[in-house]
């Protein structure tokens, strides 16, 4: 039981490391992300090198061999908690490399969209659920 329980404490750990990393990196940059997000710019392309790099140094036959564990903790935990981009490149890369690029196209596609309406939604939802300020409304 033990054995199974380690590997998801270390991913925790890693996790958890991550969004520290991401909420300190955000303080760094505040200052000049006031026109436009360059910390989360910023975190996004750095995971996103982070995680491909990881998983092309520690592949099958790559320069570095590690554990399951240590590429999960990697790349699930801390690239995970700071920032789910990187996932989300390191997927569309995999399908532009096995030769699908119209799967790519459409990964990008319906992140994009998807997730554009679905923030729109929680946003409306939020707003529909929250009280009426005074002087407006009813």
């Known amino acids: 039981m033990f054995a199974n329980i380690m590997p998801t404490f270390l991913i925790a750990l890693g996790g958890a490391s991550g969004t520290l990393l991401r909420y300190w990196i955000g303080l760094a940059t505040a200052r000049w992300s006031q026109s436009l997000p360059w910390g989360t710019i910023m975190i996004n ?3 996103s090198f982070a995680i491909a790099f990881l998983a092309g140094i520690t592949a099958v036959g790559g ?3 590690v554990s399951d564990t240590s590429r999960l903790v990697f790349m699930v935990g801390l690239c995970g ?6 996932s989300f490149s390191l997927q569309t890369l995999d ?7 119209g799967r ?10 998807l997730c554009m309406i679905t923030v729109w939604l929680g ?9 009426t300020p005074p002087g407006e409304g009813m």
């Open 81 to 86: 908690g700071y920032t789910t981009f990187s």
């Open 123 to 131: 946003y409306v939802a939020a707003l529909a659920l929250n009280p």
């Open 95 to 101: 399908l532009l490399r096995n030769g699908t690029p």
């Open 45 to 47: 392309a750095t995971g």
């Open 63 to 65: 320069r570095w061999q």
């Open 104 to 113: 790519a196209a459409l990964n990008i596609g319906l992140s994009v969209a």
